[in-house]
């Protein structure tokens, strides 16, 4: 028969068997739950710097939006200046930009290259002198065109008579 002794010592065996089935059961969760953990950091690391690099994406496009608004306001002063101007045929087939009538703002008088204007640069033309077909020259100092303005003239002779230039006598 079985004593009180042996049955209080199985009894004892079999809740020290629970201990430490139940101790084994919580080891081995925490190491699932340390494996989870380190699996959560992983992905809590990933989406920082997935965060990271659309913050700089977003400064990046902010910062080209602002530059876009201010390319924008810069065209949309120079249209404005630009209104101010007509083509203008200077005489002898050459155009330039002159100031239209009532919007010379009390400026000098002044002509604009043609070829800088197109390209939406406004460039003043400087005076260089008169070419020998009697025609004003222009000088654009951006592009760096020569510009005939008048009509041309037929160059005077150089001949004298009766000089060493001269044409022979009859």
């Known amino acids: 028969m079985l004593d009180g002794l042996t049955i209080g010592g199985a009894i004892s065996g079999l ?3 629970g201990d430490i089935v139940t ?3 919580k080891l081995r969760d925490a190491a699932l739950l340390q494996e989870k953990i380190i699996e959560l950091n992983g992905v809590i ?3 920082q710097q997935n965060a990271a690099a659309a913050q700089k994406e977003q400064l990046a496009l902010l910062d080209e939006v602002r530059q876009l608004k201010a390319r924008v306001m810069e065209l949309e002063g120079k249209g404005s200046e630009r209104e101010r101007y007509k083509r ?3 005489g002898g087939g050459t155009f330039a930009y002159t100031p239209k009538d009532g919007v010379e703002k009390g400026e000098a008088a002044h002509a604009l290259c043609a070829n800088c204007y197109e390209k939406g640069h406004l460039a003043t033309l400087q ?3 008169t070419s020998a077909r009697k ?3 222009y000088k654009c100092m951006s592009c760096e065109s020569t510009f005939h ?3 041309p003239q037929q160059p005077q002779s150089h001949y004298r008579e009766g ?3 001269g044409r022979a006598r009859r």
């Open 163 to 165: 000089g060493s230039w």
């Open 88 to 90: 203008t045929d200077m």
């Open 127 to 129: 005076r260089a002198g």
């Open 135 to 137: 025609q004003e020259v």
């Open 149 to 151: 303005f008048g009509e």
């Open 23 to 25: 101790a084994a059961l």
């Open 15 to 17: 809740k020290s068997a």
């Open 45 to 47: 690391l990933t989406a």
